[in-house]
């Protein structure tokens, strides 16, 4: 049976291609960042999904850092095994790798100077010191230039698994070499008391309630999906889902009752931008994807835990630094949930109702960087629309403050330990193919009706309509008092009532763009953030909304920079990239652990349907049409 060419790599694959990229000139001696699978074309696929064509060409794709510090890919053709392309990135520097957290955390710890700094604060048990190992932005820092730099923070854990962030040891930093594992210079500014908060939150350490029962979920009939492989059919619904190391979930070929809506879903980037002027925390602007990797920190999920219900899991591999296979059990988990009422209308006349159940399919995988856990879920559901919701969890960042310190960026979560303003803006990149490949962008929103002859009472709007032309039109924000929304759709097509077969995007919570000012490092960094939506024409090419190597760099290519040409994407085959910009004032009631936040967007059929698609959904009950 042939491989679904949408399939991650298997563990064989990854193994071959780390053994024949190695044969590339200078590559003996490289350090992997990744190994993935490199994805066909768009139009290879379809040929061959749709049209009945071949097979198309199985490849993979290694990123190298070499021992001459250069950033490469290689393709290699898993079915010759041979390399196909050895394409090099000048300037561009590799993100953080987890073998290489471990090892920057243990030079850290074992640093003279960092030694010395600690006793002179009475820390001299290095076992109790936490360290963070952050990607160090670009700020115009001296040791920026020539070397790969890590800032590492430290905090008193006092023991193994208790919570250090409650204990920030402030104004002590490391500026660490990443490629030497080297403590370049210690930074310290005012010296402050370390906190005495508690910040325990694990079983054990905290009061129990009581009152709680049981909440089953059972299918008694099994569940309503299959899996082959990484495809997965729910009800109408068909997809692919897979791990990528950068951005972690990613669906591919997403089509209902047959018909296609999106082609690859994913997100492209995201950042925290942090908010607190201090030295020691006005640098902190993570790029979770492009300096950590989504996929790479993603968790394997827990029964009863992280997911409840009848459930079925998918194992997701990935390489380590030494191009062997890393296993991550359980890493994407499949299930159905309830979810309350689908339609219900209750006739007046006859007292007749007709009501039914709606039910969601779940695609969740969750990834933990540093402080943050993040859950990425896409739920789909019975009448066509898909639901995007990225949870919030983890650890507030924290700060130590000294008795009358003015705060400045910060809110205090408890007896001298606050917590810096800050933001987390995802870059969601959604190659839509509503109903075909060719598609046109068209704003929606409410526009009232002056009174006049139109508008003769007063009480008449209208849906105002904008057509995209070119990319720089489609630089939007959010307006949810006009109920703005975006609906992409296929001009070559006409509906039963004379439109065109349409989705919509539709803002959920999370609509707050960039608030970093223009002129920046961040501003530059991540200029996704600017915008809620920018719309471009598919290019292979532009994968990453920050560009595919952020660490370290001013003006990698990405959203800002691609979009300068201002070009055509009407009635062609485009992207959408969705910013949810989630602004994060920190509240006593984040400590010592977030309740979750949730934030997210709808992608809703709008005239793709002719009637309310989920008119045959069965009644659960006959008690529920009577």
């Known amino acids: ?171 002590l930093l490391a500026f660490l070499d990443l490629d030497d594992k080297r403590v370049l210079a210690i930074e310290e500014y005012d010296v402050k008391p370390i906190p005495e908060a508690d910040g325990e939150y694990a079983v054990g350490t905290v009061p129990v309630a009581e009152g709680f029962r049981a909440i089953d979920i059972v299918q008694p009939d099994g569940v309503s999906f299959t899996v082959e492989g990484n495809r997965v059919s729910w009800l109408g619904w068909e997809f692919s889902a897979s791990l990528d190391a950068q951005e972690g979930l990613v669906l591919h070929d997403v089509r209902f009752k047959g018909r296609r809506i999106m082609y690859r879903a994913s997100c492209a980037e995201m950042i925290v931008p942090y908010g607190a002027p201090h030295p020691m925390h006005n640098w902190r602007t993570y790029f979770d994807a492009g300096e950590y990797g989504l996929g790479a920190c993603t968790n394997s999920l827990v029964l009863g835990c992280d997911c409840v219900g009848d459930i079925t ?67 789909f559901g019975l009448d066509g629309h898909i639901e995007f919701e990225v949870q919030l969890h983890g650890i507030i960042s924290t700060m130590a403050h000294a008795p009358g310190e003015e705060l400045a960026g910060t809110n205090l979560v408890d007896v001298g330990l606050s917590g810096p303003h800050h933001q987390h803006l995802f870059s969601f990149r959604l190659d839509l193919d509503v109903d075909g490949t060719n598609n046109t962008v068209r704003e929606v929103e409410a526009e009232p009706i002056p009174i006049g002859p139109d508008n003769p009472v007063g009480n008449a ?20 008092t006009l109920g703005r929304a975006w609906y992409v759709g296929n001009p070559n097509k ?91 004032f920190v509240r006593t009631e984040d400590w010592p652990i977030m309740p979750v936040a949730r934030a997210g967007f709808r992608l809703e059929p709008a005239g793709f349907f002719d009637r309310n698609p989920a008119l045959d959904v069965p009644p659960s009950d006959p008690s529920c049409c009577t």
């Open 313 to 379: 899991y998918l194992d997701s591999y990935l390489a380590d630094g030494r191009g062997d296979v890393v296993e991550i059990a359980n890493a994407i988990c499949l299930h159905e949930e309830d979810h309350s009422l689908l339609w219900k209308h209750t006739d007046h006349g006859t007292g007749r109702v007709e009501s039914r159940r709606a039910r969601r399919f779940v695609v969740n995988s969750m990834a933990t960087v540093g402080n943050y856990d993040y859950s990425f879920r896409w739920n």
């Open 1 to 171: 049976m042939e491989s679904h060419p949408l399939n991650p790599l298997t563990p064989d694959e990854i193994r071959r291609t780390a053994q024949v990229a190695r044969t590339a000139d200078g590559a003996a001696d490289a350090v992997f960042i990744s190994i993935g699978i490199r994805e066909p074309a768009k139009a290879d696929y379809l040929a061959w999904s749709d049209a009945g064509g071949p097979l198309p060409m199985r490849r993979s794709r290694a990123a190298l850092y070499d021992a001459q510090r250069r950033v490469r890919e290689v393709t290699v053709d898993l079915g010759s095994g041979q390399i196909a392309e050895d394409r090099h990135f000048p300037g561009a520097m590799p993100p953080i790798t987890p073998d290489e957290y471990v090892a920057a955390e243990a030079a850290v710890k074992s640093d003279p100077l960092m030694i010395e700094a600690l006793a002179r604060r009475g820390i001299t048990d290095m076992g109790e010191v936490q360290i963070d190992v952050l990607a160090a932005s670009k700020m115009g820092h001296e040791l920026e230039d020539g070397h790969r730099i890590a800032r590492c923070v430290p905090y008193l854990r006092g023991a193994p698994g208790l919570n250090g962030y409650a204990r920030p040891i402030e104004s």
């Open 494 to 584: 006409v509906n039963a009532v004379g439109g065109p077969p349409s989705y919509r995007i539709v803002p959920m919570h999370g609509v707050t763009p960039m608030l970093a000012q223009p002129g920046s490092s961040v501003y530059q960094r991540a200029g996704f953030g600017r915008n809620i939506l920018w719309v471009t024409p598919n290019r292979d090419d532009e994968r990453h909304a920050a560009g595919t190597y952020p660490y370290g760099t001013i003006g990698q290519p990405g959203l800002p920079q691609w979009t300068e040409a201002d070009r055509p994407i009407e009635n062609t085959d485009i992207v959408c990239w969705y910013t949810v910009g989630v602004t994060h």
């Open 461 to 480: 709007f209208r849906a105002k309509t904008t057509v995209f032309h070119t990319e720089q039109q489609a630089m939007r924000t959010a307006n949810d």
